[in-house]
């Protein structure tokens, strides 16, 4: 998959124009660009697994695993590596190819490094994708992580350079896009969306796919998250429910600015009806999350997705973008 898929830059503007094209325009254009990467019939099934949860000392206004925000998450330490793989193992006999963990840190010790590689190479083994997410790296750590054979690391840019300051104050965009960076020479390849929900403008939603489409190369996956409330986080009081059509737009927008990415419907799902997904997987969307949990928020089960694909004549699996 992937390979050596053309950094093109995108005007703000330009990108604005697409998303606000009439919808039948926008969803043809999508819908084609899609076909020309993908089958349009297939939607890749990842599962995630919190390795360790809670206690993080970042201050992300949208996460119930932030110390600073009384949102009701227990601390745990880091799972031992024979329960992450009997995870694993659940989550590839539920139809996962993909299986990502993550941990509540704002950068891993050295020693959390050693274990994560065991889990890695273990899913490894298991025949399946390994992606983790564990906050900023360096490029020694990256190393490590690239020896144990991790195919993605997630690291999400969140939102716009502009609106990022309003929901993070303990780093910034350039500590993100330097962890990329490294992850990037490091040889492994890269998952990075956003979340949309936050009280963040439009504007912002088609900055963060700007921002994301010009990295160069883009990354392979690109989650795009609809908020998961989280009561007791300062994003509950200027958060809003997201309207599914401009949702829709945004996935298309993803589609077409990064049209061989695998874009995926990553958290609020479980708030999105059946005709809100489908449409998504129309504009280009060709991945979820399968399995009841996310990290501490609630996600669809694996028979209502079985059931939503059934009916819509479409089937789970590994995805492979080709050169059509
Ligand atoms: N601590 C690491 C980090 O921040 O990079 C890894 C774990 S962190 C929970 C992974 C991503 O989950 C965040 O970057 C954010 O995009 C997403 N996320 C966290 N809380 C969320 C929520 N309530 N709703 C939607 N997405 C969320
Ligand atoms: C991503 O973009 N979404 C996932 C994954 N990467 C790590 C995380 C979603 C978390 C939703 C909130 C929760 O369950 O705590
Ligand atoms: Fe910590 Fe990641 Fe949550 Fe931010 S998003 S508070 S870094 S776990």
Redesign the pocket.
């Known amino acids: 998959m992937q390979a050596g898929q053309p950094c093109r830059s995108w005007e703000k503007d330009e990108a604005k124009a697409i998303y606000d094209l009439p919808w039948p325009e926008l969803m043809f254009r999508a819908q084609t660009v899609h076909r020309q990467h993908f089958d349009p019939a297939e939607i890749e099934q990842a599962s995630?697994l919190?390795i360790k949860t809670g206690g993080c000392p970042e201050d992300c206004g949208?996460?119930?695993?932030s110390t600073r925000y009384d949102t009701g998450?227990t601390a745990t330490k880091l799972m031992q590596v024979e329960r992450v793989l009997a995870e694993a193992e659940r989550a590839r006999a539920g139809g996962a190819t993909r299986f990502?963990m993550?941990a509540a840190w704002r950068s891993p010790k050295d020693r959390d490094i050693d274990k994560v590689c065991a889990m890695i190479e273990g899913v490894r083994a298991l025949g399946m994708e390994t992606?983790v997410?564990l906050g900023m790296l360096s490029s020694a750590q990256v190393e490590r992580l690239a020896g144990a054979g991790l195919d993605y690391y997630?690291h999400?840019v969140d939102t716009s350079p502009e609106f990022y300051s309003e929901i993070i104050t303990t780093r910034t965009m350039d500590d993100r896009l330097e962890t990329l960076a490294h992850v990037r020479e490091g040889g492994i390849k890269v998952?990075?969306?956003?979340?949309v929900g936050m009280g963040e403008t439009i504007a912002d939603r088609i900055g963060m796919l700007v921002l994301l489409a010009g990295l160069d190369p883009p990354p392979e996956s690109v989650?795009?998250?609809m908020w998961?409330e989280?009561q007791g986080t300062p994003v509950m009081d200027k958060g809003e429910p997201v309207d599914p059509i401009a949702f829709v737009r945004l996935v298309a927008l993803a589609r077409i600015l990064m049209p061989r990415s695998v874009v995926?419907l990553?958290?609020?799902r479980h708030a999105m009806s059946d005709e809100t997904q489908a449409l998504c997987f129309l504009a280009g969307a060709n991945s979820i999350?399968t399995g009841d949990?996310?990290?501490?928020?609630?996600?669809p089960q694996r028979r209502q997705d079985a059931a939503l694909l059934a009916k819509l004549g479409m089937r789970a699996g590994a995805i492979q973008a080709s050169s059509r």
């Open positions: 995630l919190s949208y996460c119930s695993q998450v990502c993550g992606c997410t997630n999400n998952c990075s969306g956003g979340i989650p795009l998250n998961n989280i995926r990553s958290a609020g999350f949990t996310l990290l501490t928020t609630g996600n």
